[in-house]
């Protein structure tokens, strides 16, 4: 059985707002990331059209890979490869597939969706009943949720942080039924790895890294808000094409010098 498990993070944004802040926070995570030795590879970000959902962008990403994962993930893989990740972004839906050709069994889907509430929607991404019945739902709180320890940075703390721009911040307790603005973002994502023995053990890890990543990503694009609020759309794609090349350039520099790059990027 796919494990589904359905993510709610609350900000102190609008939706519009965030379609800037999300560029921006993936742009510039990446790179970051990529300062730390891993890696996350930009194929291709393009334009792109749906009958249902309209125009959007479409990228493709490698994900490269190395002995960060556990010894268990490590002793099925090769000692360099990559996780390909593919992005449909109709916001305020987004559609996320990672996949890996060493392990054609291995596959995340995740249905993202944007609303102007603090995660009240019980449906929002139209789920059928059979998927409601088996689904979990996990309520992530960007201030109090602990943070793995190597990526907590006090300035991007939300229970610290104040925003000059907005006047936004520190987040106090209860803040996800009390601050204006609020958004939240629905992520419902499938994780199947249907190899036996390992299936359980390994679905449950892609599940614990995704909520990593949403945590600190969604931490980051609100704890760099007075960075990018103000940005047109134009300037954030400016933005995201700069810091693309520069991460590009790192993770083939790292290549080029015979080292393995892991990373990992996420959908936020």
Known sequence: MVLIKEYRVCMPLTVEEYKIGQLYMIARHSLEQSDEGEGVEVMENKPCEDPVHGKGQYTEKRIHLSSRLPYWIQ?????????????????????????????????????????????????????????????????????????????????????????????????????????????????????????????????DFIQRGIRDILLLGHRQAFAWIDEWHGMTLEDVRTYEKQKQAETNEKVQATADNGSTTPTKDGDA
């Open 75 to 203: 002793a099925i893989c090769p000692r360099v490869f990559y996780v390909i990740e593919k992005s449909w972004n109709y916001y305020p839906y987004t559609l996320t597939e990672y996949t890996c050709s060493f392990i054609p069994k291995l596959n995340v889907l995740i249905k993202t969706k944007y609303e102007n509430n603090s995660g009240t929607t019980e449906n929002c991404l139209d789920l059928s009943e059979e998927d409601i019945k088996v689904r979990t739902v996990d309520h992530v709180d960007i201030a109090f949720d602990e943070l793995n320890g190597k990526h907590y940075k006090r300035e991007e703390d939300p229970k610290f942080f104040k925003s000059l721009k907005t006047n936004r911040g520190p987040l106090i307790e209860g803040w996800r039924e009390t601050d204006t603005p609020i958004m939240c973002s629905y992520k419902v994502v499938n994780a199947s790895f249907e190899v036996w023995g390992l299936q359980t053990k390994v679905e």
